[in-house]
Antibody
Framework: EVQLVESGGGLVQPGGSLRLSCAASGFTFSSYGMSWVRQAPGKGLEWVSGISGSGGSTDYADSVKGRFTISRDSSKNTLYLQMNSLSAADTAVYYC???????????????WGQGTLVTVSS | EIVLTQSPGTLSLSPGERATLSCRASQSVSSRYLAWYQQKPGQAPRLLIYGASSRATGIPDRFGGSGSGTDFTLTISRLEAEDFAVYYCQQYGSSPQTFGQGTKVEIK
């Protein structure tokens, strides 16, 4: 059974940093692209960042480019999102999502985690 | 960036009725790389349809997708109680991938 379990969310002050993790199980982690997709309170879905199965290709939404870094550790079957220079606009539930191909970004998602809430506020 | 506009914003229907949801793209979506997701309150999205018309694994056949180019439709032939939710379309043919703003299907 595929499972994606996010962690690392919480309350952070504007300008602060946070690292999200997503522990994956039930599939061959290195064979699939993975993404982070966020959802601000009461709003729709926004793709944030993606990484290829090998980890060699990454992609970012313009809204987070230069501030967020996606990475993966296949030895730990874990996906990460390092978030720096956070602002209120980054407040959202962050979902980890498994792609159906090895690509980093232009993919559809067949499994999603339950999400972790990031709140940026003073 | 391809903007996806979903309509209507809210659809009020009764169980057993047919639901027709629209997703219109600002530019042509290449190779029908259009997906639909269902999201219930407090839950993660669930993939329903990919490639505009292919049902994902385990999705009942009352869910159907159609369309090409800039106009796509999700049809739920007969609404069941568990189908009342928010539905999102996603295009994954052009970078960056984008989602529509969602259509809420509520009980009338």
């Amino acid at each position: 059974e595929v499972q994606l379990v996010e962690s690392g969310g919480g309350l952070v002050q504007p300008g602060g940093s946070l690292r999200l993790s997503c522990a994956a199980s039930g599939f061959t982690f290195s064979s699939y692209g993975m993404s982070w997709v966020r959802q601000a309170p009461g709003k729709g879905l926004e793709w944030v960042s993606g990484i290829s199965g090998s980890g060699g290709s990454t992609d970012y939404a313009d809204s987070v480019k230069g501030r967020f870094t996606i990475s993966r550790d296949s030895s730990k079957n874990t996906l990460y999102l390092q978030m720096n220079s956070l602002s209120a606009a980054d407040t959202a539930v962050y979902y980890c999502a498994k792609g159906q191909t090895t690509s980093s970004s232009l993919i559809r998602y067949d499994y999603w985690g339950q999400g972790t809430l990031v709140t940026v506020s003073s | 960036e391809i903007v996806l506009t979903q309509s209507p914003g809210t659809l009020s229907l009764s169980p057993g009725e047919r639901a027709t949801l629209s997703c219109r793209a600002s530019q042509s979506v290449s190779s029908r790389y259009l997906a639909w997701y269902q999201q219930k309150p407090g839950q993660a999205p669930r993939l329903l349809i990919y490639g505009a018309s292919s049902r994902a694994t385990g999705i009942p056949d009352r869910f159907g997708g159609s369309g090409s180019g800039t106009d796509f439709t999700l049809t739920i032939s007969r609404l069941e109680a568990e189908d009342f939710a928010v539905y999102y379309c996603q295009q994954y043919g052009s970078s960056p991938q984008t989602f529509g703003q969602g259509t809420k299907v509520e009980i009338k």
